[in-house]
């Protein structure tokens, strides 16, 4: 199928799905008469490659994780590697949360001193 046929099926545009093929995530398809023809596959790694973005892989990592046939043997060791990244994210974000909240609480919009901008 044509790469327009493909990008109506995914969603995926076909500027994506070009540099998907330069960068070596994805097969180069056959070409027929010079254009892109692919195979129903390409669903698949698609497919593969949204969940491993949902889950918040780099395009590099997904390179990584897609490399040889069995994509099982690389997820569960890199999924632990970005639960770390993500809970270390969050345990920054949290911080950064009660800091704001804290900092609403201050007096100093009721006449008290301020405790976090005075000098």
Known sequence: MRI???V????????????YEEIGLIPAPKRVNGQRDYDSTI?????????AQNAGFTLREICELMQGDRIQDRWKPMARQKLIEV??????????EQTLQDSLMCPCDEGGICVYFSA
């Open 87 to 96: 809970q270390r994210t969050i345990q920054t974000f949290q911080a950064i």
């Open 4 to 6: 327009s046929e493909v």
């Open 43 to 51: 669903f698949e790694v698609l497919d593969k490659i949204q969940l």
């Open 8 to 19: 109506k099926q995914s969603g995926i545009p076909a500027s994506t799905l070009r540099y």
